[in-house]
């Protein structure tokens, strides 16, 4: 391989107005790719960040409450007439067997049981419908970091402290430390103070949810000792659908993934993806085209030289050796320099863009590109350099 | 390297050469030449222009294959060699010297020089720069071994060529208009240059030229008229004797 690599190298630096342009042209290509790669990158992890922030990647409920129906006896022809069941409010059974459970998968980051259920807050005439959600606050934080969302007085729940949201508190005239009354649908009452009011950023959410202590919640609810939902969120986002289906298989209980109830966002950041790759792939293909048109340009000025080469007893092999090199040392710097070029245009972008998000270079996205675009200057450069091997010697070192 | 005993370095035995095999336009080159060239042999291949000498010589260099007959190389039959058994046969025992020298710009001289042995056998040893540097000195060139082709005149880049055409220690020279382009005096150099590696090197030398001065000064003849060869001006039987002994003799 010494000698190939030698000859390759010579016959760059030999050509260098070629080897640089090249070599510019597969910079441009390779940081194009970092950057937008990099761009749609950042913008979704923030798109994604925005709609996660708030809620559950994967939320696991009791199962639907169904009609059992005998099966009728064999030769009989059943006929059936049938009203839903109407879905009361259920504890999870099992509850702290199921966390626990979920505690130990490994694709699992947190995991929060809530009690959730409807209710009224009402204050002066004020009457207005709620969703009661008990916490476990320190397990809740993992999934939703309210702590953050906090715009006035402190994250403080149990006790009969409450936090609310900031419409909900507009609506009903309350501030810090102002009581609140709550009343469920079966009759209980319980008067809270507010501890803290959040903005989530999301009206519903903002206008619906009251977190509470999870005892009070549950004997609010009438369901001591129980849970209604579990909050999960895991490490992989997009494997969230594949992971709630295992959780729903393991555990007999209906799980749902965010994937599920965000189809329309899952499509969208699906098709930019998409798009992405297209790009990505139609630069690395003009690149790859951009090398193999400046090696064949060489192999033509280069004809007698590789007659030569031949007569002196260079085996074909050699030869596409010596032109598989070109293409990949092309291939290597040129990505080189284009990941560096990649880092300016997203450090430029962070420092002097539009600033609605922030875009981070994956650390590995530059070998990847790197090796990329070797690989892609070697495959390039296949074509060129069979012609190169293939080369009469005779023809060459006459008619050249 | 095997070698027949006679001191035989090629043979060619009832060679044909047709283009365009198999296609209305066929024509035949060569019409069946048979011909001997032996370690002591320094010959001159003459003849008109067409008359197929540069095909004779890619023949015998193994860079084209004949279309019947037999090519013996150092006694192996070549015809039916494939492309890579003839490239390293045609490495190992043949050196070119081609009319427009050919050196490989991006190379120094002493790397042109080397690049036939580094081609077959890698980074060159210490052995191998100073066979490379004893051979560009002897051509009178010792002092410009790091100097590109682009640095050298005609007659100097001419004395590279040959210098890497004998690196390998060939037994056959090949070289094709080898004066074609240079000045009375530096062809005379470079014709003595021949002389000596044929004497120093038995090393066989066949030299195409138009130039009959040229080949005036040659052991021996072969003319070349229209594929065929017309006269051997031959003391071929005489140096091949000679050969023989002078092989016997060391």
Same mark, same amino acid.
């Given at each position: 391989m010494w000698i190939e690599t030698t000859i390759a190298l010579k016959f760059l630096r030999e050509g260098r107005t070629q080897t640089a342009l090249i070599l510019i042209g597969i910079a441009v290509g390779v940081a194009v790719i970092i950057f937008i790669t990099s761009l749609i990158t950042g913008l979704q992890s923030n798109i994604v960040e925005r709609t996660l922030g708030t809620q559950a990647h994967i939320r696991i409920q009791p199962p639907d409450a169904i009609n059992r129906v005998l099966p009728a006896p064999a030769g009989t022809v059943q006929l059936l007439q049938e009203d839903k069941r109407a879905q009361r409010l259920r504890s999870i059974i099992n509850w702290q067997q199921v966390v626990g459970t979920l505690d130990q998968l490994p694709q699992v980051a947190a995991v929060s049981p809530v009690v959730s259920g409807p209710a009224f807050a009402r204050n002066a005439d004020a009457l207005l419908p709620v969703s009661l959600l008990g916490i476990d606050p320190i397990r809740y934080q993992r999934i939703v970091p309210l702590a953050q969302y906090?715009?006035?007085?402190?994250l403080r729940i149990g006790a009969g402290d409450a936090v609310i949201g900031r419409l909900l508190a507009n609506d009903l005239g309350l501030t810090v430390g102002d009581k609140l009354r709550l009343q469920t649908g079966i009759g209980r009452t319980a008067l809270v103070s507010i501890a803290g009011i959040f903005e989530l950023g999301v009206r519903e959410l903002d206008q619906r949810n009251v977190y509470l202590d999870l005892k009070q919640t549950q004997s609010l609810l009438d369901l001591p000792g129980g849970v209604t939902v579990i909050d999960v969120t895991v490490r992989e986002i997009f494997a969230a659908k594949s992971i709630s289906g295992r959780i729903g298989a393991l555990t007999g209980l209906k799980s749902e993934s965010w994937m599920q109830t965000n189809a329309q966002l899952l499509n969208a950041l699906t098709s930019q993806s998409l798009s992405t790759r297209m790009i990505s792939s139609f630069v690395a293909l003009s690149v790859a085209f951009g090398i193999a048109s400046v090696l064949s340009i060489s192999i033509v000025q280069r004809t007698r030289e590789i007659g030569i080469l031949r007569a002196m007893g260079t085996r074909r092999v050699q030869m596409l050796q010596v032109f598989l090199i070109q293409g990949a040392v092309l291939g290597f710097f040129g990505s080189a320099v284009g990941a560096l070029l990649g880092y300016v245009l997203a450090w430029v972008f962070n420092a002097f863009g539009p600033g609605l998000f922030y875009i981070p270079v994956p650390s590995a996205l530059v070998p990847a590109a790197m090796g990329l675009a070797t690989i892609t200057g070697i495959v390039a450069s296949a074509v060129p350099a069979r012609r190169a091997a293939r080369l009469d010697p005779v023809v060459a070192i006459r008619y050249a | 390297m095997p070698e027949p005993p006679? #001191?035989?370095v090629l043979r060619l035995a009832a060679l044909r050469k047709s283009y365009d095999?198999?296609? !209305?336009t066929q024509t035949e080159i060569l019409h069946g030449l048979d011909l001997a060239l032996g370690r002591s042999d320094f010959a001159a291949l003459v003849g008109p222009s067409g008359s197929g000498k540069s095909t004779l010589l890619n023949l015998i260099g193994l860079l084209d294959s004949p279309t019947s007959g037999e090519l013996f190389l150092l006694g192996q039959p070549t015809r039916d060699m494939d492309d890579e058994a003839r490239t390293a046969l045609r490495g190992s025992a043949i050196g070119f010297v081609f009319q427009f020298h050919h050196l490989i710009q991006a190379f120094t001289a002493l790397e042109n020089v080397l690049m036939p042995l580094m081609v077959t056998k890698g980074r060159p040893d210490a052995e191998a720069l100073a066979r490379g540097q004893g051979l560009l000195e002897a051509v009178g060139l010792g002092d410009f071994a #790091?100097?590109? !082709?682009?640095?050298?005149?005609g007659g100097q880049q001419q004395r590279v060529a040959i210098a890497r055409a004998l690196v390998t220690r060939p037994a056959l020279l090949l070289a094709d208009e080898p004066t074609g382009n240079l000045d009375t005096k530096t062809a005379a150099d470079v014709f003595e240059l021949f002389r000596r590696f044929n004497r120093d090197f038995g090393c066989a030398v066949l030299i195409v030229t138009h130039d009959e001065r040229l080949s005036a000064t040659c052991d021996r003849t072969v003319t070349l008229v229209d594929g065929r060869i017309?006269?051997?001006?031959?003391?071929a039987a005489v140096a091949d004797a000679a050969g023989a002994e002078r092989r016997g003799a060391t």
């Open positions: 906090m715009i006035s007085g402190t | 006679s #001191g035989e095999v198999g296609r !209305p #790091g100097r590109k !082709p682009n640095q050298l005149s017309v006269s051997d001006s031959t003391q």
